[in-house]
């Protein structure tokens, strides 16, 4: 860690010279001025952590150069010092931007350890800057394309924002579940407040439990000291879930409980806390199907499943490929320092017609992927790259679909290589144009809808 960088401004060279000794002495480094002028001239020139003014100075007086100091660097801590002090002045001097206000003499130790907390003060608001910075960077709109399920899952989702109840958000591995769980706590009343989650997959029963309930000292072998859980942490705010259905029966009976009254105990306590936390939870499993085979607490499958939100899986919305991946685009080479990068024609239509088992996170690779190998301005077919996120096993992906969902699946990729064309997909397909369009019917497809500006393509038949 750099040393801390002071400012003394004060027309004493004696007063200078005992400040600078001990503060050099603790690792500080020291720049002097003896005037206004002299304190101006060295700002301009660098930064320091922190400025030591004395009040009367040659050529004016701290609160006539305060201002001067916050024009060059704003937000820059402040220490007023005086041989003269009085209530009234430290007040005016607190207004015009000073930290501290103190009266000499000054006890060295003590103004070393104002000078510490004032600049671990400033360090920490502008880590807390920096990290809004990012995350207003890094947000993404859940809703984010036109359609139909997006529009219905936006319109379900501002309906309950506001609830305290808990909100269970169920879709695909990579469909943006975590995504639309932080942006339901943003836009919630707790929105100021803390958002802690945590993946349960994976993860011991004894290690969960001690990550959200916390344990207390000497609570099992290795716990050294006590540690504060994540319900602790999210009190007042949000704590997200994700992969709910893989927690250990014995831990869902210890989250029902908190859900059902607020209160919890700490592994290796005695006594209960009281908790204010919203809980939204996430998975990719079928929870139903899990309680009816015991994998599930039933009663806490229907107190989590208060509000349900189902988050549609990339392929069911096809139209807002192209309006995420350009989004998806614009923040990545934001990110690598690319500038504007575009998609072109042959690219949208790959994307398009790509099944995308992983959904937004595999697309969101699979762009970035191509941004980091290609170096023009125009990513086109060859850049996407897709053999290198396609699964190892093709088969995987459909294991789970019924026949029909396989059928239609299959109807839409023929559909959309044949560019609409009913009569060349049903030819590929094996079936009379009139089964194709009865299928088209029972599954609420418009072939149209799969048509390109290819001149080729022509009229669906």
């Known amino acids: 860690m750099t040393a801390v960088r002071v400012l003394v401004v004060d ?11 001990f503060l050099e002495s603790k690792g500080f480094e020291v720049d002097e001025a003896d005037t206004c002028g002299a304190a101006i001239e060295v700002l301009r020139g660098k930064r320091p952590d922190v400025v030591i003014l004395d009040y009367l100075l040659p050529d004016g007086n701290a609160l006539e150069l305060l201002p ?54 400033q360090r920490n608001r502008q880590r807390q800057l920096a990290r809004e910075s990012r995350q207003a960077r890094e947000a993404h709109d859940p809703f984010a394309g036109s359609s139909a399920a997006m529009r219905d899952l936006a319109a379900q989702a501002r309906r309950v924002v506001a609830s305290d109840s808990p909100i269970l958000i169920v ?17 919630s009343p707790r929105g100021a407040e803390a958002f ?21 000292k000497g609570a099992f072998t290795g716990a050294v000291s006590a540690k504060t859980g994540l319900f602790d942490v999210a009190h007042r705010g949000t704590l997200f879930l994700d992969e709910i259905g893989d927690m ?38 079928d929870l139903a199907r899990f309680v009816r085979e015991n994998r599930f607490r039933r009663d806490l499958y229907f107190r989590v499943n208060t509000l349900p939100l189902a988050v549609p899986p990339l392929r069911e919305r096809v139209e807002d490929i192209p309006v995420l991946a350009r989004e998806l685009l614009t923040r990545l080479a934001a990110d690598l320092g690319r500038g504007e ?88 397909l094996g079936i009379p144009r009139s089964s194709l369009y009865q299928k088209l019917k029972q599954y609420g497809i418009t072939a149209s809808s799969f048509q390109t500006d290819d001149p080729k393509s022509g009229a669906a038949t």
């Not at 000073?98 to 070393?112: G, S």
């Not at 290796?268 to 939870?281: C, K, N, P, S």
């Open 68 to 121: 001067k100091v916050q024009e060059i660097h704003h937000g820059l801590p402040l220490v007023v010092l005086t041989a003269h002090g009085s209530i009234d002045l430290a007040v005016r001097a607190i207004k015009e931007g000073a930290d501290q206000f103190l009266t000499k003499p000054v006890e060295l130790p003590a103004l070393q350890m104002v000078l510490e907390r004032l600049v671990e003060n």
């Open 341 to 428: 990068v575009t998609l072109l024609p042959d690219a949208e239509r790959a994307l398009a017609q790509y099944s995308w088992p992983g959904n937004v996170r595999e697309l969101k690779n699979v762009l970035e992927r191509a941004l980091l190998l290609s170096d023009g301005r125009a990513l086109g077919r060859r850049d996407l790259r897709f053999e290198a996120g396609v699964t190892a096993d093709p088969l995987a992906e459909t294991a789970n679909l019924t026949l029909e969902e396989l059928e239609r699946r299959h109807i839409e990729l023929v559909l959309r290589e044949e560019r609409g064309r009913v009569e060349t997909a049903a030819k590929r």
């Open 11 to 21: 027309d004493e060279a004696g007063i200078r010279f005992g400040i600078r000794d």
């Open 248 to 285: 250990d029966l014995q831990v869902q009976a210890k989250l029902l409980k908190v859900l059902e009254e607020q209160r919890f105990r700490r592994v290796g306590d005695v006594r209960d806390r009281r908790v204010d936390v919203r809980l939204v939870a996430a998975t990719h499993q």
């Open 171 to 187: 879709g695909e591995t990579g469909a943006g579940k975590g995504v639309l769980a932080r942006w339901l706590h943003a836009n």
């Open 196 to 216: 802690v989650d945590l993946n349960c997959a994976g993860i011991s029963r004894d290690l969960l439990d001690s990550e959200l309930f916390g344990h207390e």
